[in-house]
């Protein structure tokens, strides 16, 4: 069975799918524009890729194309719908990186309540400016954590916050047991969560239902001293709108890993008017990138492989409604 990586991947995993007895070519710093041409070379039976993307043209190229592989959560970087109609599936590797972005999130949360890059800058300016720093931290104990979003890592980011005394307010269109069952949090309407918290966080699936969920009417609930931080995927939020909020005042800050004009995974430069704000804190989509979860990662994109050169069958199959005929 012949696989291409046109992204990277750990070495864990390619020597894993070798022993499997896979033909690999790994090929990790292949661009969209790139990918369809290898594809037609190479004429693989599994296209692995995590960052990026995949339109139906570049699927089409695949001449012997039964499976795609995205190496993590999210697929909305693939076609899925073009895969299907010419009977390829598509799989991702759910929850293997959800401690990652929960550790990001609360990362971004201590961050932006002590203001950790700004005084980080001045400190490389030379500059020392204890008295005007020392009191701006509002402390994260006790104050309300809203969540829009609780599957796996928006549960991982309240079980860190409650361990911060924090209160949790979530929405969601399926009830959380274990949230529901917590003395400090409480299930409430999207409207009251943006109203009653002093930061909220994203982790909903970015599709047509929640493209611009935030936008100028959503933010303009929210207090004045909170925070939204994304760590879902950019189309979440309206940019334009969130850049206006946090110029005028609406909110107090923000912290994003995904951009709604985010560059592609190949581009070298991001030029966006939101990252020079001061009360804007932000990293390189980077949420799921620690070593712990791309090993994991890895471990979960072998298992696929494996599973479906021994049965035919696709485990994490995210288009099994719109396969046109069977991926074997």
């Known amino acids: ?21 896979c033909t690999i070519t790994f090929q990790p710093d292949l661009t969209t524009d790139q990918l369809g041409d290898t594809i037609k070379e190479i004429n693989p039976d599994i296209l692995i890729v995590r960052s990026t993307k995949v339109p139906g043209e570049v699927s089409a190229a695949g001449e012997n194309l039964k499976l795609i592989i995205r190496a993590g959560a999210g697929y909305d970087t693939i076609d899925t719908a073009a895969a299907g109609q010419r009977g390829i599936a598509v799989a991702n590797c759910p929850g293997m990186n959800s401690a990652a972005v929960a550790e990001l999130t609360l990362g971004f949360m201590v961050a932006l309540d ?55 307010l979530y929405h969601d269109v399926v009830p959380c047991e274990e949230l529901d069952q917590h003395p400090d949090a409480e299930r409430v309407d999207m409207n009251e969560v943006l109203k009653r918290s002093d930061m909220i966080s994203l982790h909903v699936p970015s ?55 985010e560059p592609r995974a190949e581009d070298k430069t991001f030029e966006s008017e939101i990252l020079s704000l001061p009360n804007f804190v932000g990293t390189h989509h980077v949420g799921a990138s620690t070593v712990q979860a791309q090993l994991a990662v ?24 719109s396969l046109a005929t069977p991926a074997t």
Not at 135 to 162: H, P, Y
Request: glycine content about 10%; some cysteine.
């Open 1 to 21: 069975m012949k696989i291409l990586i046109a992204d990277k991947f750990e070495q864990a995993g390619i020597d894993a799918l070798n022993e499997a007895g």
């Open 114 to 168: 002590r203001r950790i890059p700004q005084q980080t800058q001045e400190l490389r300016e030379g500059k020392w400016a204890k008295k005007s720093w020392a009191k701006l931290g509002r402390g994260l104990k006790g104050r309300t954590l809203g969540l829009i979003g609780v599957g796996q890592i928006g549960k991982l980011v309240a079980r860190r916050a409650i361990a911060f005394d924090m209160k949790i």
């Open 298 to 321: 890895g471990d979960e994109a072998v298992r696929v492989v494996k599973h479906f050169k021994d049965t035919g069958d696709v485990v994490n199959c995210v288009n099994s409604d």
């Open 207 to 261: 599709n047509e239902a929640t493209k611009h969920l935030i936008n100028e009417s959503t933010l303009k609930l929210m207090q004045s001293h909170a925070y939204l931080l994304n760590t879902t995927r950019g189309a979440v939020v309206d940019q334009d709108a969130l850049l206006a909020a946090l110029k005028d005042g609406t909110i107090a800050g923000a912290a994003l890993d995904v951009y709604g004009d």
